[in-house]
Every structure is written in C-alpha cells, then in structure tokens.
C-alpha cells in the first residue's frame, strides 16, 4: 500500500475524481483532500493523499503518466508520501505486540553465554583450580583472576593527551587486590552475625560526669548568662527555675496584695522576709553558697520589678467623684492597732485591755448553774451559803480585829495600812469569791450572776480589764495602789481613770449601762427575799455578792481602823482619804462590774473632799454656834448639820421620830461593832435601811463606812455604785467632819447616845422582822412578773443613798435646780443615776405604798417629801422662766455651779439686763453685719478669683428656701403673674435690640469714616455740653461701651437671659444680693435697652454720637464686668433718669417738639437745614467773580509757564550731562 | 488681728483654690454659723465668729493663735498653706492622690511621691494641679503638687515624681515650734 501525495490540484477536484483517475493503477482505499486557504477565505493550493495499493510498477507508470500532467486546470505533482502518522502507529503497536510476544533475543544471549561458560567449567563465574590469567576456554575475553574467579577483560578508553587510545584491562593482572568477602554459612554462630545498621545501639558506657555525659550526648539545658539587675534575664531566670520559684514569687505577690487591703503597714516588712526564705527552699538544687546569693539578689530585684509592674498595673486613676471613706480607713486603721499593739501610741490601758485574753471568769461559773433558780432555790442557796459566808467572814472580822487591836496605836499610819490592807487583802479574797474551795466560789459567783441571762454576764464581764487578774496580782495591785494612794489622791483618780476606759473597747457604755441595769434589777428582785433572810439571820447579807464582800471586808478593816482612828483622831481626814483610796482599790478588785461607775465616784470624792473641807469646817463651826437650828436651816448641808447635831446632843432635832430609831440603832450597832460582837452584822440592816431613807449618816464614822458597805450589797451593781459614791461621800464628809468633831465629843455622850440608840434599834429590829416577813410574800408575789417593777425597786436605794438630792431639795428650791442643771454636766455614769433617780423614787415609793412594808419604812415619810420634791423638780423654777431667768442660769452655770457662787434672782438687774441686752444687740448687730459685709466680699473675690458667676446664698437659709427644685421643662409663661411680665418683655426686645444693635454697628462701622466732623461736632456740640460733663453719663458710656466690645451679642443675650432669670427668681439672692432684684431689672432692662430707648424717644444724635465716641473704656477693662454690673447699674440707672430730665429740658429748650416728630437725622429747623442751602447760592456779583477769576487765571498761567520752562530746562541739562 | 484685705483675700483664695476649686465658698458660706479669716502675725486664721469674738479680749502681741491656721504669707505677699490647713482642704480637695503604704512614710518625712509610692489618683488632674495626698486607708496626709497628668503618671518610670510635697502632717512634728 503506498501513499501518494498529490498535488497541484484544481480547487473543483473532488475525491471522487482522484480515485477514478488514480482507480486505473490500484485499488484505492482512501482520498485525502486538502485545501490551503488564505485569509480571505480563497483557496490557492489544493493538495490530497492518497492511499493506494499499487504495484511499483503501477506506481512507476501512474508517475510517469500522470506526474506533472495538466488535469483541470492545475499541473499535478505526484510523490509519494510516508505513511499517515496513524497508520504507522498503529504498525508500532503491532510491532510491540509482537515484540512482547516473541522471546528477547538478549536474554536468550546472556544464557547462552553462560552455557558456554558453564560448558567451559566455570559454575557461577568462578573456575576452580585454575590458575589466575588463564583464558576461559572458549571465551576470550573472560579471564581466571584470583580465588578462580572469572572475570571479563575490559577495554578501556582513556584520552591521555589528543589521542585516545584504548587499554586492555585484564583483571587476572591486577587481582592481588581482591579480597573475598565470604558469605556466612548458615552453621555460623548467632553471635557473629552482623546486626543490621538499624539495630546498632551506640551506646557508650561512662561514669555520670560531664564529659562522658557530653560524650553520651546529653547536654545540659542552656542557661543563657545572668546580667545583673536586668529584669528580663530575672524573670527568664525565674521560669528557668521552674515552677516552685514561679510559685514562691506568686506568693510573695499575694502577700503583698493581702495586707495591703487589710494593713497599711505590713506589706514592705511582709514581702521581705517572704523572699529571703524562699530560694533555699526552692533552690534546693544550687549548690554553693555564691549562687544562691546571687540568685537571692536577683530574684529580689526581680520582685521588685515584677512589682513595680503590678504596681504599674495597679494604678488606680479615680473619678472625681471618688468618695473617700475615712470611716472605713478608720476601721481599718483600727483592724491594724488590734494586730500591732506596739504600733500606735495608744493608752496603756488599752494596751492593756486588748492584751488581756477573754475572760477566763465567765467560765467560772457554769451556765448550768446561772440560770434563774426558783425562789425556793434561791432561797435555799442563799440561806446555805450565808451560813457559809457568815462564818467565815466573823472569823475573818475577828481576825482583823484581833489583830488591829494589837497593833499598837503608836504605830505608824503607813505600816498599819499597808498590814491593814495584807489583812484585808486575804478577806477580799475569799470573798471575792476565789475561795478558798471552789464550791464557794461557783457558788458565790451564781448568786452574783443569779438571774442574769448569758448574754448579760458576758456583757458585764467585756467591760472589766482586771478580772482575770490572779489573787496575787490583786494582791501587789492593792499594796501598789496603797502606796500610791498614800503618796497622791490623784494618782488612785488616774489608777480609777483607768478602769474606766476599758469599757470603750467593747460595747458602748449605754449598752453597758443597760446590760448592768438589767442585771441589778433581776439581781436585786432576787435580793428582796434575801434580804428577809438576812434580817433573820442579820448576818448574812454581805455576803450575797462577792463584788461587795470585799468592800465590806474593807469597811471591816476600816472599821477596825476607825477604832484605832478614835485613839488618833488628830489624823483623821487624811486617813479616811486613804480609806476611800482603798475603796476604791478593793472595789475594783471586787466589784468588777463597778469599777467605771466606782472610778467616777472616786473622782468625785476627791473633788468633793477638797471642796468640802473647807465648807465642812464652816459647817462645824456653825454648828457649835446654832445648835437650836431647825433642820431645814439655811445651811446648804443638812446633812452636815444633822450628824453634828446628833453626835453633840446625842438626840437629834430631826423631825422624823423613825430616823432617830435608825439613827441610834445605827449606833448601837456601831457598838456591837465595836465590841467585836458576833451580831455585829445585824447593823447591816437598819444601817441599809439608814441608807436607803438617806438619813444623814449617824453620829459615827463607822456607820457610815457600813452603810455604803450595806448599801451596796443591797442595792444591785448599777444603784450600788451610786449608793456607794453617795455614801463614800458621805463618809468623807462625816470623816472630816469627825476629825474636827471629835474632839469637842465627850465619851460620855457618845455611851449615853449609843445605849439609846441600841434600845431603838432592838424596837426597829423586831418592826423589821414582821415586815420582811411581810415583805417576803409580797415580794414572792411580785416575783412573778419580775421585770419593771423590780427595775424600779433596785433604784430604792440609789435613791435613798443619793443624799444630796435631798438635802439639796430641803435645804433650798434653787439648788434643786442647780442640780438640775449639773447633771447633764455630770459623768455618764452619774448622769443615768441622776436620770434614774426619779423613776425609781416613784417606783420605790409606790412600791412601798402598795406594800406597805417597813423595808425601807423609816425613809417612808422623806420619801413622800421627796416624791412632792420629785413633782416639783421638774417645774421651771419661777427665777428661771423667761429670758431673764435663762441669763441667771447661765450666769449661776458659769461658776460651775458651785453653790457658793449660787445666785438668785437678786443678781438679775432688771433695767441693766435691757440696756445690755440692746447694747449687745446693737454690737451684735454691727459685728453681725461687718461680718455679713465681709463675707460678700470675700465671695464677690473668690468669684473674681473663680472667674464663675457663683450665685451663692447670703444666708443658708435663705438659699434653702430658694433651692427648692425647679422644672425647666415646666416652665411656662404665666401672664399673670408679675415676674412674668419682665420676663416677657425682654425676650422680644433682646432680639430686636440685638439685631437692631448688629445693624447700628455695621453701620457706624461704614460711616465712621463718612461722618464729617463738622456734622458731629456741630449737631452734638449742645448735647454734648449738657451730657457730657457728668460724670455718670461718661461712665455709663464706658460702660456701655464695654460692654458692647467686650461682648459680642449673643453672649448678651446669655448674659440677658441669666439676669432675666435672676429677676425671675426673685428670692433667690444672688451674691451681690444687695441689690434688690427690681432694681436689677431695671438695671438688665437698662443695660440692653441702649438703642431701643433711643428708638422709642427718637432722640437718635445722643446715643448715636454717644456710640461714635468709642474711646477709651476707662475702667471697665481692669474690673470684673460681672462685679462692676451691679454698681455700675446702679449708676447707670441714675444716669438714665438725669439723662432722661436733662434730655427732656435740653431738648426742650433747643427745639420746641424735639422728640415726637420721629425724623431720624433731620429734625425741623436744623442749623443744618438753615445753613446748607447757602452753600448753593452766589454771595458776590457776577462781574466781581468774574475779574476775580480773570485775574486768578493769568496768575495761574504765567506760573503754569514757568514751571514749564523749568522743567524743559531741566530736562536738557540732565539730557547733556 | 485684722480682716484681709481684698488682695490678700485674693492671693489666698487663688491659692486654696488650686486645692478645692470653688468649695471655698463652703468655707466662706459656712450653714453653721458664720465662719471668717483673719490676718494675725502675717498668718492666716480661719475661725468662727463666736472665737472671734472671743479672741478680741486678747492682747495682739499674746495672742499666738486662733482658730485654724491656713498658712501664712511671705514677704512678697505670696500665700503659704500649712499643714493645719489639711482638716479644711481634705474634705472638699477636688483631686486627690493616695499614696500606698510603702511610701506613706517617705511622703510624711517631706519626701516627693514617686511613681512607685502611687496607688491611685483622681482622674483628669492637670499638671501643677493641687492634690491632697492621702494613704490608702483615706486618711489624709498632706497636700502638694501634681508633678504630671494622670495619663502621664500611667506611663512614667517607677522613680519619677508624681506628686511634688508641699506639706504633710509629719510636720506636726518636725515643725511643732513655727506651726500655729
């Protein structure tokens, strides 16, 4: 088959055509016809191939025939072509079909050469025992090399220099080299296989130090190095180390933060230590000392900056509204004082208090036993532990005494108190329920506590410091405080001072106050019955509360100090100060719910006992004199009087038969005491009673010291300290009073005096007995409800004790009421007594009347006087009422009170008081209003100073009212109302004004500079002379023109507006509230109104020319404009009107209806109007003007020539040079 | 003892108002009772009428104090505030700034506030602005300066002074003889 190409072919030919025409030849199997075509789309060459079967011969001859023939046109060009691409691929295909079929013909080459080989004795390329070099037969070029191996001979190229050239390389030749490598046999030892490349271990044996670890390839973790004090590098440092560092430092951070909250003070000392510990515990692993201090510093400063950047974190910015809690800073700084004792300065006392730990006393008594027993318990108990007590005490007494008694008088003062006070001290101990056994002491302590809840005892017990204090610290306290008091009075003050602060700590002392009161109320309610026992028994009462045992026991050993007091009477007062001195001590460590109320007393014993010495003294000396006096005597010490009176007549002048009962029963007692009587206690009672009706002490010291002793056991803690005080008073006075007394005393009387009084106290006593029993069953009755009522009875005695209450009400109305006036001034303490006072006058009288018992009987009919004193207490005393009586007190106040320096109404001197009074009214007055002055200006600067408009209030009050909310929003016009209307007005006319001032403005702008002078000044020459010269007028202008420069409209309007406000708010006083607000009205109505007021008169030159006379605002540039508002309107207004009249004459007089005509520049008959037309008319003859002119004309040329000829001169000259 | 002059009144309250800004006129228009300053031994005293009054029955050359000394003016008529000030000028003080604990006692030995001692500061205070200076239990401790705005205080370094001291109630103490 052959391929013919063809060409030079009619475009017209068709495939049909070429197989006929090539159809001669051969079979044709297929026409290929092509046609070129350019671009245009014409064809210019037609080409075809054609597959063919044909012969060579055919093929030949189809060539010769047909090649280069014309046949339709074209010229044919026959070749013969290559196979179409297809067909030939086809044919490859095929072919490596075939290929793959047939068997490789190389393969078949290689095998045969091996069989030649093999043939030639060679199995697997080695020929044995063959000698190295020989031929392989039958292969040339394969040669034996050595070990018989076979190996090819090569033929190498090598290109040495230009020629190449090959060599011959025969490997038999160079074999030496050869080495054999054998494959393991299969029967060779696992051992000696050779292990894979992968399974090599590489391991190196080594010790653990660094080379061979480096060797090992272990490396240790790269640390970078450490420059000091940079922060980064720290912190890196920080994580390098790990996590516990992380952590410690965290820590220390966290400290940091903590107190920071809670303690001002602590971080900086916090934070330290804090990282000094950490890196040994964390660094562990460090080993020499070097680097751990270096680490040490690092991490320092590394905290530090971590630090500084948490502070940076930290810093706070606050609003302006931030509001700073000093309370909170308080509590805070309080928190931190509680933690850091040594930190503040504080008292020692409180030092004291806080170190103390909780009370360990409270559990002494175990709340088992304190709950309220049943009466017949209480009972019960009581009546056990009074035996108990009872015996003990006697002894105790005895002992005292005994040893009192023995000490010889001669003795020195200090050694016997200080032996006193050891003796006393162990009776203060067991009495003071530390016991000797601990029953007892439980005991004790429950009937101290008896009916007082939890809560109570523990609040009783959070006000005292000493509680806690052991028996041997009461012990070296009390001998301290001996000497102390010994030394000074003030000193067991300040001791007594301490006690009181205490409180402070815990609860306030109301709080305090009240738990007390709750506590005697129920303590005393329980008392009652116990009371009646003691009256049967007569011993037992003081034995009832440890608190007062111990004063007790005092008054015991002052007692037996009085005896021994009698033998050296001369040194009474100062012993008796002494005495108290140890009261107080020994109350303190007793009556530890007392001690502040007790200190307070002490306090004002000693006040008292300075202030009354001298009075006392007095009263004594009186006394000798007027022994005749009635009770009610003008001597402010009724009391005072009585004891003289009784212990000089042995009977008593006393109105009241009962009081003398008690009184001499007082003192029978006082001689069973003594005489060391075992009874001695039964004085307990009438001497209580004594105290309760406050009869005024008995003829003897020793009464007295009892009596307070008596009363405080009696009374519940809260009237027990009053009572105490009252009677520690008492005994003060009694005491000085003595030392003096005594003397005068005959021992005879004093015998005569004591049997009487025994026989009475016998009588009393038996009274006693039936009324207990009586007021048993009352009592039991009443302990039903024990609340109220039983408050009101405990305060029996605090009235009864409080005796200067009464002698005041004897003696004198006013000193009631200076009284009165003193117990507000008094301590807290004193002061709720006083306020108690008279509730429980009330209660305990009406109690005794419901009872009808005698408990206190003796002081029944006092009582009732002090009930109608009660009413009449709280009457304003007539000196008192009014303006006149309040100056009195105050005058009265301002010696203290002091009685001496008391005054009635005498003092007041009618006709001067008024006289002063308007003179310090008018001083008041003008300081008030100099003040008033000042402070406005101080306000008008600090608003020069602020720059603000402040409309502060001239008066609070004032802007108290004025300040009331006002709704903007809400705010609408109300034509009725008068503000209103100034607020209407001016809204209008701001605007027009402004737009009207905008305008004028504009407009002088442009004429300034047209406005001929001669105009003005001859238009406003007159004007100018009337308004110029006033003074007013000029500032006005200044002013007016200040303001206009210095503001510009709109800010006029604001300015307009504010005021508008001001004379809407008309109350509302501005600071420069002076001013009337109309006036200010006016004044804005003026301010703005400038060119409006001339509108509306038409009198437009003044103001216009005013206007165009903007020179020099003189003042107003160095004064606040706001400042100088207000005075410069005033002015301004005053202007306005002189301006108005001389407007109004000046005008009228110039012109005859200068204003109504509303022209603006031109009024009727202006000089200008009557001296403008003239300039248009001829004032000389024609021919005149002429000649005139003519003359004028040559003149001018002439000079005209010359100047030309000059020039031309000139000209040339310059031309030539 | 004499009421100010309007220029003294104005140089003070220039002053006292660089601290509490127009609360001044709570202390010029006090609602308890009418309260003025007076000019004694070139000091300035604020005090209430009622001590006023009373002050006036000493003698000018006895008289050491009364009321409440503000400060004093120098020479030249310029205004010193004191220490004593610091009860009337904390309460109203527009801008504040604590100190934290480490650096309270720096501040009250007369020491600058650093950066490092800031614990907080009120907003928006302006350069040369005064501050009163309180721990960080708002406890007033002095007054001074702001030596930079908050917004640069947020960014300067530890060390840089915040806080310029003017007073501080260290000198209770450390100048117990010339305070009044």
Known sequence: MQRLYVGGLSHTITQKDLKDRFGKFGQVEDVELRTRKDDEGVPYKTFSYININITDADLKKCMTVLNKSKWKGGTLQIETAKESFLHRLAEERQMAEQQRLLPPAAEDQKQKMLDSLSKAGVENFTMKAAVPGTEVPGHEDWVVSKFGRVLPVLQLKCQKGSRARTLKYDPSKYSHNIRKLDRPSADQSASDLPTPVSQLTWELQGGDDDISKKRRGEFPAYEPPKRKKSRTDAVNLLKAEGKPRLKQSVDSVALTEAPQVTNGHKPPSAVRPAQRKGPPLTLSDIDSDDEIHKIVAVQSSSHNALQQEEDEDKLEVVGLDYLVTPGRARQQQKGGDEEENDYDSADTDELLASRKPPPPRSSSPPPQERPTLTAGNISGNNTDRKRKTKKKSKAEEEEDDSTDAEEPSTQKRQTKKQSKKMKVLPVVKPSSSESESDDDEEEEECESADSSSDSDYEAMFSNVTRLEISLADLQKLAEEFQDTSETTAPSSLSVSEQETKPPKKGTTPEEILAALMEDDSSEEEEQQPKKKKKKRKADATTQLLPAFKGTKALNEGSETEEGQKEEEEGEGTEVKKLKVDHKATSSKMNGQKHTETESSEDEEEDEEEEEEEPKKKKAVVKNMAEKAESVSSSSSDEEEEEEEEQENKGKVFKTMAKKAQKESSFSSDEDEEEEEVPKANQNVLPSKAAAASSSSSSSEEDEDEILPAKDAVKAAPPPAPHSESSSSEEEEEEEEKQAPLRVPLGAKEEEERQRKANIRRLAAVQQRQKETEENKKLIQGALANLDAPAAGAGKHIVFGSDDEDDEEADSDDEQQTTSEIKTPKKTLFQDSQSEDEAPGHKNTSTKEKLSGTHLFGSSEEEEDADEEEDGSRFDIRPEFEGRAGHKLMELQSRFGKDERFKMDSRFLEQNEDKEEESEKKKSGTEEEEALEEERKKSLSILQSVLGISQHTSSSSKATSKAKTFRDVSALHYDPSREEHAAFETKTEETKKESKAARRKKREEAQKLPEVSKEIYYDVSGDLKAVFGLTKEEEEEDAVAVAEKEETNWDQEEEKKKEQEEAGEQVEQPSLESSLPSAEKEEASGFKFSFFGDDVETGSGETAEYKIESIQAPKLSWQQDPRFHDSSSDEEEEKGQEEEEKTQSNVIAKIEETPTKTGLFFFYPEDSRLTEGPKLFCRSSQLEEQKEQWEERRTELRQEYRKKHKDARRKLKTSVKS | ?180
């Open chain 2, 1 to 180: 003892m004499r009421p100010l002059t309007e220029e003294e009144t104005k140089v003070m309250f220039e002053k006292l108002s660089k601290y509490i800004g127009d609360n001044i006129k709570l202390l010029v228009d006090r609602p308890d009772g009418s309260y003025c300053f007076r000019l004694h031994n070139e000091r300035v005293y604020y005090m209430s009428e009622k001590i006023l009054k009373l002050a006036t029955n000493i003698s000018r050359d006895k008289l050491v104090s009364v009321g409440t000394c503000f400060g004093k003016f120098t020479k030249s008529i310029k205004f010193r505030l004191h220490i004593t000030a610091l009860d009337f000028l904390a309460p109203y003080a527009k801008f504040k700034v604590w100190v934290k604990p480490g650096q309270e006692q720096s501040f009250l030995y007369g020491n600058h506030v650093l950066k490092s001692g800031l614990g907080r500061i009120t907003e928006n205070t302006m350069q040369y602005q005064g501050v009163v200076v309180y721990s960080m239990t708002d406890v007033p401790l002095g007054f001074g300066v702001a030596a930079k705005t908050t917004q640069e205080c947020r960014r300067v370094d530890p060390m840089s002074i915040v806080v310029f001291h003017q007073a501080d109630v260290g000198e209770f103490i450390r100048n117990e003889d010339t305070l009044t």
